[in-house]
């Protein structure tokens, strides 16, 4: 994908989105067209990543019931659930202080793994998926699939799949109030064919994108009950998220800029995480093989560090009149999401 640059602070920008939000008369009204979609079945990813070893593990569902604390502490279980352990394994093991909740192909992978760099953060590698799959293991669970971490070390993980759950801002709150939430963003219409084409890479027979994009062609009604299309409408999973946590326990990260200038963004993550700004533009290299931005030393290790093949995937063509039907169905959503947020993404142009 090529990277869109955003520049929220220049004036151009700010001018454009002053101008646009004026222009919108956007009514968010529990009557309008989103009503219903909580209903709708989201497929989320069977695929448990594991970057670090730099292989991604495919597992049947099952696999993501995830083994007894007790098994976890005698180490009786993969290390794809361990995160970085002290080197005289001290500390204790405590619930994260902060999520990365989504969004599903919006790079929470690549936020993830350079959030790692940073000492103060320990991080679980593998995707729990406790808020929403494997709740009823409780939290003393959740806690176990958690690395030691020592006084001020931040506790994190990331499971993308969050920020679409309708119950897991509710249970978040209940674990703590105080949690904070990262969401990477990326450009709805890209983000629902990148997330196509990962379901295309496991089914090759499924339909085209363009054909699961319609409910009917003719008419070019979308299908919103899609989950491709479905998880792109920020602004009304952002909602849900509102009713148990204030603005600014929650940041947005551009998906956009942590390609086009990954330290940009990991300082405002910093920031946002009250952590000392460690981490900056000497961590990274831009490999041109690649086409990302690649860690120059991965934590724990002196190589250097790019995603798996599973990241940056190619991405098939799609019919330019479904891209711009698209377009157009996400603009005012967009728009929204841009007013919540007070932040330009600029996906509209
Ligand atoms: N540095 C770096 N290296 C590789 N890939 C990068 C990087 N930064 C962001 N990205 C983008 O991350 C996209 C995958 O997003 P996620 O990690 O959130 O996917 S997942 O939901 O966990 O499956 C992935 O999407 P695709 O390009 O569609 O494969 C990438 O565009």
């Known amino acids: 994908t090529s990277p869109s640059p955003v520049k929220a602070s220049s004036n151009r920008a700010a001018g454009l989105f002053e101008e646009r939000t004026k222009r919108l008369v956007y009514?968010?009204?529990?009557?309008?067209?989103?009503?219903?979609?909580?209903?709708?079945?989201?497929?989320?990813?069977?695929?448990?990543?594991?970057?670090r070893a730099g292989q991604v593990l495919e597992l049947p569902e099952e696999s993501l019931i995830l083994p007894p604390p007790d098994l976890v502490a005698s180490r009786k279980v993969s290390p794809r659930f361990a995160g970085k352990l002290s080197p005289l394994g001290e500390g204790s093991k405590k619930l994260p202080q902060a999520l990365i909740i989504g969004v599903k192909k919006g790079g929470t992978r690549a936020l993830l793994e350079f959030l790692r760099v940073h000492p103060d953060i320990r991080a679980v590698g593998a995707e729990p998926h406790f808020f929403d799959r494997n709740y009823e293991n409780g939290l003393e669970w959740y806690r176990e699939l958690m690395p030691k971490t020592l006084e001020g070390q931040i506790t994190m993980e990331k499971t993308p799949s969050y920020f679409v759950t309708r119950e897991a801002p509710a249970r978040i709150s209940a674990m703590s109030r105080d949690t904070k939430l990262i969401v990477v963003v990326r450009d709805p219409v890209t983000r629902a064919i990148s997330d196509y084409t990962q379901t295309l890479s496991k089914k090759p027979d499924i339909p085209s994108f363009e054909s699961l994009t319609f409910k009917n062609r003719t008419t070019g009604l979308i299908d919103t009950s899609w989950s491709a299309i479905q998880i792109g409408i920020y602004a009304k999973h952002l909602d849900n998220w509102l009713q148990y946590f204030p603005m600014d326990q929650i940041l947005f990260v551009s998906g956009e800029r942590l390609i086009s200038d990954p330290a940009g963004e990991l300082g405002r993550v910093q920031d946002f995480l009250g952590l000392k700004?460690?981490?900056?533009?000497?961590?990274?290299?831009?490999?041109?093989?690649?086409?990302?931005?690649?860690?120059?030393?991965?934590?724990?290790?002196?190589?250097?560090?790019?995603?798996?093949k599973t990241k940056g995937r190619t991405h098939p063509n799609i019919d330019p009149e479904v891209v711009q039907r698209l377009r157009d169905f996400y603009r005012p959503f967009n728009m929204k999401f841009y007013q919540m947020t007070g932040r330009f993404f600029g996906w509209d142009d």
């Open 27 to 51: 009514e968010w009204t529990a009557g309008s067209e989103l009503m219903g979609y909580g209903a709708a079945r989201l497929s989320s990813s069977r695929v448990l990543a594991d970057e």
């Open 277 to 308: 700004r460690i981490i900056t533009d000497k961590h990274f290299y831009f490999n041109q093989t690649k086409g990302f931005p690649c860690l120059k030393k991965a934590e724990g290790s002196s190589k250097p560090h790019c995603l798996g």
